[in-house]
């Protein structure tokens, strides 16, 4: 008995319905920010008692389509990831028509090989030649799962016991992203006992705090397990020192994990790779390829030094599953069991930009970052709070609260942009993220800043 046919009517309608977002992005770059109430009006959102016609469906995907934020366009900065890279949608769409799990060979087939492929070659990148490297829901898991790798290393005994109450210590600069203190919680650590080391005057850990805590905590009975360093914060973009900090944490017996959700790529781009020297002694790396690269969320990857980590601290038996068929079961080197194929959107992107053109992307943002610190230094109105180290710009603007521009720009539909806090003051946090940014972009950025501000004033 032969398959049912696909309905290709429908295709098409889904296909057109597709086109048409996409030109509505062009029309209305930012969607003015609406109160929850009065965006969902309209939209049908309440599951039904029954089913609908697929027309009507694709009708309600496209409303709610129109009504979300766009990220794509040049007037958005308010996050790390941005753009759309054609090639690597079109692969993300073909994965979810191909539905295959990547945990063994037998059904996803080549594409675990794609996998396999893109972590040994990001391995090699972050200068871990004979390592590794698994695919992940996101920066936050694979900062997760590379303190699961160094607990599993120092204490071997805690897969099978647990813990079993012993006082581990965790280390992170107190600018690094909130999924280190998660992630302790998690790996049932705790949140308190996260140190949060000192930073400098451009937020890169100080390694004589971190000394100075690990010589308290080995005096006070405690067991220093990992250390966490940073490659792009989150808010200045800073990137620790890390020759000097891993240097340490080997001294001191710790597992030295690289937080690179940001700045590993810049490992692509030989103007700004040394922002990573000394990476190559490091123990794991965090990789986010869905930031600065532009592909599609999430394609994260934890990248290991040893070879044969992931397989010693994550295979598990099931022998309904994994039945010794291929060495390419990728389920024994991942944090899930069924798991969507984030290789391929990648894999399709380094097809059509190739080296050369992942390097000039990535050098197109740091220039668009540089060139919107040379406008606010320009602007008399503008204050930049420090040089950019990548791709973000804080910046405050004279006699305007920095969460009232921001929300004020979303609401008039000109930009959406973040806020932070840098220095004990509200700043605005420009991230020039998208490698499709121009500088008339820029320039149009801060004509609206400029604008929105002087009718906030005058209000």
């Given amino acids: 008995m032969t398959p049912p046919l696909p309905d290709t009517d429908a295709w098409q309608r889904f296909f057109a319905a597709v086109t048409s977002l996409l030109e509505a992005e062009v029309e209305l770059p930012v969607r003015p920010a609406r109160p929850p109430n009065e965006l969902v009006e309209g939209l049908a959102l309440e599951l039904p008692a029954e089913g609908r016609p697929l027309a009507e469906v694709i009708d309600a995907l496209v409303a709610l389509g129109r009504a979300s934020p766009a990220t794509a366009t040049p007037r958005f900065f308010n996050q790390l990831f941005a753009g759309r890279l054609e090639a690597a949608a079109m692969a993300d769409m073909l994965a979810v028509l191909l539905n295959n799990s990547m ?9 675990v090989i794609v996998e396999q492929l893109l972590a040994r070659r990001m391995a090699a990148l972050a200068g871990f030649e004979q390592g ?6 996101g920066g936050s898991l694979s900062n997760f799962l590379a303190l699961v790798l160094a607990r599993g290393e120092r204490f071997p005994e805690t897969g099978a016991e647990g813990l079993s109450g012993r006082r581990v210590t965790v280390y992170t600069s107190r600018l690094s992203h909130y999924s280190i203190r998660k992630g302790a919680a998690l790996a049932g650590i705790g949140r308190e006992r996260v140190r949060m080391i000192e930073t400098d005057v451009r937020g890169r850990m100080r390694a004589d705090d971190l000394r100075a805590w690990l010589n308290r905590d080995r005096d006070e009975g405690f067991e220093p397990l990992f250390v966490n360093l940073t490659a792009g914060t989150t808010v200045l973009g800073a990137f620790d020192p890390l020759p000097e900090l891993i240097e340490v944490a080997h001294e001191y017996g710790l597992w030295a994990h690289v937080d690179g959700a940001l700045g590993g790529s810049m490992l692509l781009s030989p103007r700004h790779r040394q922002l990573l020297a000394g990476l ?10 869905h930031k600065t690269m532009g592909v599609p969320l999430t394609c994260s990857l934890c990248l290991v030094r040893e070879r044969g980590v992931l397989v010693r601290h994550l295979a598990d038996q099931a022998d309904y599953l994994f039945q010794g068929e291929s060495e390419l079961d990728r389920g024994l080197t ?3 069991c069924g798991r969507r194929n984030d290789a391929l959107k990648l894999w399709a992107a380094w097809q059509h930009l190739g080296d050369a053109g992942f390097a000039a992307r990535v050098e197109a943002v740091v220039d668009r970052a540089a060139y919107a610190a040379r406008c606010v230094e320009n602007s008399p109105q503008l204050q930049l709070v420090r040089p950019p180290e990548s791709v973000n710009v804080c910046f405050t603007v004279e006699g305007v609260d920095a969460p009232a521009l921001s929300r004020a720009l979303h609401e008039r539909g000109r930009a959406m942009v973040g806020y932070a806090t840098v220095d004990d003051r509200e700043v605005v946090r420009l991230a020039c993220a998208s490698g499709d940014l121009r500088e008339a972009d820029i320039d149009q950025f801060f004509e609206d800043v400029l604008r929105t501000a002087a009718e906030l004033r005058a209000a």
């Fill in 103 to 111: 945990y063994t060979y037998k059904v996803a087939g080549p594409q």
């Fill in 132 to 137: 590794e490297g698994t695919f992940t829901p």
């Fill in 280 to 289: 190559e002694q490091a123990d794991s790396l965090t990789w986010d390829a």
């Fill in 334 to 336: 991942s944090l899930q």
